[in-house]
């Protein structure tokens, strides 16, 4: 069976790493698999850029600037939509004409246009979409942030100025999307159970395939080392236990860094001593911005790409802190607790799913910092932190292995197939 994966990114995001470790897992597994993307960032034959460097640009640049110019020039929620109304046509291309499957991912940003979307149904190919956020299912945001209309039909968009109104440009795209699926068939797979309650609820995908399979991670590379050796390397202290924070951008209010800020400060008023024998790394871009923040001595590693240095970086850390406000299935936290990295994030998304409470780290109140303050003070002072790296690493190993993500993906491309030879 040959799969083409399609994504925005060769590397760079969260969809883009999960892409990549399916793509691997896949090719372990005996199958033949293939990522095309936009931005191809290494030499890796098994991934193909779209080439036209220029072209690719030009179309990211016209879709941002419709965008600026439907927020009124703001720049607020500027990457916050996507309305795909350019991209590329892959089915001209030589690796989608031979492929069995189509598997999408990220596909936002100039990517795939709606029209590139529907040629790709057209061309009679089974589809699989995994959906790492809420997009394919409603009409042009990422995170619904609790708004419902997606149930119904999109309109009065929050992201838009004055709220939108009935016709405004999140009706218009709906409209769109639906008249790309009327008729066709998607396989969509969300990336946690959470993602996958919440596509059914949408209208724009009713009828439609959903079901759930959570991202691989190779458990031979994200492993348990040297803690003392890992901080050598990273030039951190051993001295002191260290609270671990990564975001691709550390900015990102959506990462919930205040509530770290104010969690530490919290357990700083309580615990004095905490502020001499605990300190904080933060792992992402902008991140030498939170050092003057936070009030226990910070570690600031910026942005970081190379896998060795990441898995050190886990390795270093006593517990890993996550408090996002929405989150699918986070690869960080798999990542952490592959590494035997007890984790603390807020009871939101795919997070519970990830996280046992007080078994392999602990899930506070959604956005209650004196909660997430509770959980470090617990995973550092109180816990058994031996027992919950072992109950960490396990979870990863019984849940999130490559062998047993490719057979279940594998599973639903054999349903994809069979169904478009019955409707041949």
């Known amino acids: 069976m040959r799969i083409l994966i399609v994504n925005t990114s060769e590397q760079t995001g969260g969809a883009a790493v999960a892409a990549n470790r399916l793509k691997d897992a896949l090719i372990n597994s005996g199958e033949k ?8 960032e290494t030499d890796d034959l098994t991934v193909v850029g779209l080439g036209h460097s220029w072209r690719q640009q030009w179309r990211f640049l016209w879709e941002r600037w419709c965008v600026f110019w439907r927020l009124h020039f703001g720049t607020q929620q500027l990457f916050q939509i996507d ?9 001209r291309l030589p690796e989608f004409k031979e492929a069995d499957i189509i598997h999408l991912h990220w596909i936002n940003q100039g990517m795939l246009s709606l029209k590139s979307i529907r040629n790709i149904l057209d061309s009679g190919k089974p589809v699989v979409w995994t959906m790492h956020d809420m997009w394919p299912a409603t009409a042009i945001c990422h995170l619904t942030l609790g708004c419902q209309n997606f149930k119904s039909q999109c309109h009065r968009c929050k992201y838009l100025p004055g ?11 709906w409209q769109r999307k639906q008249a790309m699926l009327r008729g066709r068939n998607i396989w969509f797979v969300a990336c946690s159970k959470w993602l996958a ?6 209208g724009l995908l009713k009828g439609q395939s959903i079901t759930n399979i959570p991202n691989p991670i190779d458990t031979r590379v994200f492993c348990r080392q040297d803690k003392a050796e890992a901080r050598r390397r990273l030039q951190l202290p051993e001295d002191k236990r260290l609270v671990l924070f990564v975001s691709q951008r550390v900015t990102n209010e959506n990462k919930g860094m205040q509530y770290l800020i104010d969690a530490c400060t919290t357990l700083t008023a309580l615990h004095p001593e905490m502020a001499q024998n605990t300190g904080v790394v933060v792992l992402g871009g902008h991140a030498e911005e939170m050092a003057d923040l936070l009030p226990w001595p910070t570690y600031a590693l910026g942005y970081v790409n190379d896998t060795r240095r990441i898995v050190d970086v886990y390795n270093a850390a006593d517990v890993f802190v996550l408090p996002s406000l929405s989150e699918n299935l986070p690869n960080t936290i798999m990542e952490a607790m592959a590494c035997g990295v ?14 046992d409470h007080r078994q392999n780290g602990y899930v506070a109140k959604y956005r209650d910092a004196d909660d997430l303050a509770a959980g470090i003070r617990w995973v550092l002072d109180e816990a058994d932190r031996d027992v919950l790296s072992r ?20 599973e639903v491309y054999y349903e994809a197939m069979a169904h478009k030879m019955l409707n041949i």
């Open 197 to 202: 309650g919440e596509a059914k609820k949408s």
């Open 391 to 410: 109950n960490a690493v396990h979870k990863v190993h019984s849940s999130y292995s490559e062998q047993s993500v490719a057979l279940r993906y594998t």
């Open 342 to 355: 007890p984790s603390i994030g807020f009871n939101v998304g795919g997070i519970p799913e990830e996280i």
């Open 163 to 173: 709220k939108g109104g009935d016709n405004d440009l999140s009706a218009r795209v």
């Open 83 to 91: 309305i795909a109304n350019t991209g590329a046509d892959i089915t």
């Open 33 to 40: 698999a293939k990522m095309l993307v936009r931005d191809k």
